[in-house]
Each structure stands twice: as structure tokens, then as C-alpha cells.
């Protein structure tokens, strides 16, 4: 995992006050680092199984009869849902342990896989997506901003990237580990074993993380306040047209690679395999990089994206270039998530909670905004049509960059 650029003289806890996790002032303990550890892996779980369809998308169609434009409405609903939750749970949780919290979003995970693994018909799997979409954005949102509160100030950077490196790390691996088991043992399979690695997870997370009563109850006018930063309005921007046009790609990958490309299974499982493989090495990448301004970053990640999908659409079945263009492509996608949270970090640095929610709200609507224009493009166009829509949002991503970082510059 990486070490995204995290401000770690903002939001300091008070050096007088010792955390239940630490022993002594400056030491953080196993413990505190098995805590961040479990926070990290629900992190994955929630993650992973957001991005489980798009790995799974053809059998699923095919198993519960509807097209692979309606399907993508799984990935759709659950960043729906996902983007209202986060402040949502937020501001709901009030002052309740965030221990509790972080328990109770796993316990809905655990019920919306097991839901999805026994799926008879498409509808039942989307009420199974609604609950994915709540355990995402509570999950997400609380967990990112307890690092302060497990480990001293000198290692709230090491956590951070940690439970970060979660998200970063499901998003490149999540999707061909579930392919893979979907594969050897069928569809509803990856989402069983999903369910056992939730059920795992809320075990660790009560038996691990000390009590973490709310400092303060977040208010809701506390988010909308941070989109009137500049800084912040222009990362946001920058977040949704990323990862829509990422995503109204990506979601469809499986089919282009099938139907495009004329791949079987078994080399396109090989493939989101490499393609994670490779972003888990982008992600090491710029987390190597993360003193530089967040904003290179994010504009080289974009451009390499939008050159990857293009040699993608471009190269047919040829599968040389297929492969070369998955590659490029998940290395690409694994510096994004860091450039974005380290943009993010050091325009809001004073307001963790508030800032998480805006980060997890502007990356779940995006994702949903991509699935679900790509969806249309598929079933309205063609399959490979989503290459183009997703190259577009890229490029456009990466002047937005350059242009941001010119007038910041200034």
C-alpha cells in the first residue's frame, strides 16, 4: 500500500490525551495497529463488493435473465445510495460510539451479500445493492477519520494510508479476485465468500478497536460549507469526471473484452488480474510521489488512462495491444484514488470528518453517474462505445488538472 499525501498537522488529537489504543504518548501499540488493520480490510470488503459486478456482470445477466445494460444498474444503485449515506450516517450517528457504527455497517454488508448470493431474480439483487450502498457510505465516511484517534500524531500519516490503501488496493484486486471465484464456483459464490470475509471483519472490528465515543456530532451544513473553497469545488470536479468516465468504462470491460476483443474466460480473468496487479503498482507509485503537488499527479494518471482505454478501443483483437492497453490502464487507475485524496487533504486539512463525506458522496455519484451512462451506451450504441465516453471524461480530467494547477500556481 501506499502513502497518500496526508496533512498530518491538521486535526491532531491533543498530545496531553492519551487514546484508549495507545500506551504512551508518541508509541502506538499492536493493538492500535491491528485496529487500524481491521478498518482497513472492512474498507476492502465494502469496496470490493461495491465493484463485484463488474467482474460478474455477464453471468449474472445471464443467470438472472436481463441484459448486461441492466445489470450495470447493480453498480449504479449501490454508488447511489452510497453518495446520500455517507453524510447521511454521518451526521445520523450523532455521538454514538464510532465503534458501534463501524459494526453495524458490517453487519449490513453481511446481509446485503448474503442477500445477493441467494438472489432468485434481479429485483431481489438490487434491494441486496441498497444495502451495499448504506455500508459503503457509513463505513467509508467514519472510518477514514479515525486514524487521529487510534494512533499517535507521528503515525496518523502510516494509518491513514492504511485504511486509504483499503479502498486503492479493492479497487485493483476486488474485481478479478471475485471473477476468479466466480469462475471456479459460480457468481453467487464470490458473493458468499464476501459474506464470510464481512462476518470476519465485524468480528475483528469488536474485538479490536477500543471504544471510540464521538468527540463531536458532525452538522450537516458542515459539508455544503466546504464546496464554497475554490480548492475543493475544483477537486470535486476533477473526482466526478475521473471516475464517471473510469467507471462508465470499466463497469462494461468484461463485455467489450468478449464481444470487442473476443476473449474467453479464462484470458480475461487473466487479464483483471494483471490490470490489478499493475494498479496496485500505480498506487505504490504515487503514494512514492506524494510530495509533489497532488494535481501532476492526478493530470499524468488521467492522461495515461485516456491513452489505455483508446489503444484499448483501437486495438480489436489484437491481444498484444489488449493486454499492453489493461495494463497501462490499471497502473493509471491505481494513482488516482491517491492523487484525489491527497487534492482533497490539502484543501480541507481542518475538516477530516466533513471532507471524507465529501469525497465518499463526489465518488459514489460518480460511479453511478459512469455505470449508468454507460449502461445506456451500451444497450443504445454499442458495447465498445463506453472506450470513447470513458476516454473523453479522462482527457477532460487531466486539463482540468493542468488549468487548476496553473491558476494555484498564480
Known amino acids: 500500500m501506499s502513502d497518500p499525501v496526508v496533512d498530518t498537522d491538521a486535526h491532531l488529537p491533543d498530545p496531553a490525551r492519551s487514546t484508549p489504543a495507545d500506551p ?38 445471464h443467470g438472472l435473465h436481463v441484459s448486461d445494460g441492466t445489470t450495470g444498474l447493480a453498480m449504479t444503485l449501490a454508488a447511489v445510495v452510497a453518495g446520500f449515506a455517507a453524510p447521511t450516517v454521518l451526521v445520523a450517528a450523532g455521538r454514538v460510539d464510532r465503534r458501534i457504527v463501524l459494526a453495524a455497517m458490517m453487519i449490513v454488508l453481511l446481509a446485503a451479500n448474503t442477500i445477493a448470493a441467494l438472489a432468485q431474480n434481479f429485483a431481489t439483487l438490487l434491494v441486496a445493492r441498497v444495502l451495499v450502498g448504506v455500508s459503503i457510505g457509513g463505513f467509508w465516511a467514519i472510518g477514514a477519520s479515525l486514524p487521529v484517534r487510534l494512533v499517535p500524531a507521528g503515525s496518523v500519516g502510516r494509518a491513514s494510508a492504511v485504511i486509504f490503501g483499503g479502498v ?4 485493483v484486486v476486488g474485481v478479478p479476485v471475485g471473477t476468479m471465484i466466480g ?37 450537516l451544513r458542515e459539508i455544503p460549507a466546504l464546496l464554497r473553497r475554490g480548492g475543493v469545488v475544483a477537486g470535486a470536479s476533477a473526482l466526478v469526471l475521473v471516475i464517471a468516465g473510469h467507471f462508465g ?115 459514489q455519484l460518480a460511479i453511478s ?6 449502461g445506456v451506451a451500451v444497450d443504445a450504441v454499442a458495447t465498445s462505445s463506453v472506450l ?7 482527457a477532460a480530467t487531466t486539463l482540468l488538472a493542468l488549468v487548476w494547477g496553473r491558476r494555484a500556481g498564480r
Request: zero cysteines; glycine letters at 12%; a neutral charge.
Open 24 to 61: 504512551a504518548p508518541g508509541t502506538a501499540s499492536l493493538r492500535s495497529w491491528l485496529a487500524v488493520a481491521a478498518i482497513a480490510v472492512g474498507t476492502f470488503a465494502v469496496v470490493s463488493t461495491e465493484m463485484m459486478p463488474v467482474g460478474l456482470l455477464t453471468p449474472i445477466s
Open 249 to 363: 468504462a470499466y463497469t462494461y470491460v468484461r463485455p467489450v473484452l468478449e464481444e470487442s476483443a473476443g476473449l474467453g474466460p479464462g484470458p480475461i480473468g487473466a487479464l483483471l488480474l494483471g490490470y490489478g496487479v499493475a494498479g496496485v503498482v500505480g498506487n505504490v507509485l504515487a503514494g512514492a510521489y506524494s510530495a509533489r503537488p497532488p494535481h501532476r499527479t492526478l493530470a499524468l494518471a488521467a492522461g495515461l488512462l485516456t491513452a489505455a482505454v483508446v489503444v484499448l478501443a483501437a486495438s480489436g483483437t489484437w491481444t498484444p495491444g489488449t493486454a499492453a492497453a489493461m495494463l497501462v490502464w490499471g497502473l493509471a487507475y491505481g494513482a488516482v484514488p491517491v492523487a484525489l485524496q491527497g487534492w482533497m487533504l490539502r484543501v480541507a486539512p481542518d475538516a477530516p470528518e466533513a471532507g471524507s463525506a465529501v469525497f465518499v458522496t463526489g465518488f
Open 388 to 394: 470513447w465516453f470513458g476516454a473523453a471524461l479522462a
Open 369 to 374: 453517474l459512469g455505470s449508468l451512462l454507460g
Open 183 to 219: 469462475e471456479w464456483a459460480g457468481w453467487r459464490a464470490a458473493f458468499a465468500a464476501m459474506a464470510g470475509l464481512s462476518a470476519a471483519v465485524l468480528v475483528a472490528l469488536l474485538v479490536l478497536l477500543p471504544p471510540l465515543p464521538a468527540e463531536r456530532a458532525v452538522r
Open 168 to 171: 486503492s488496493v479493492a479497487s
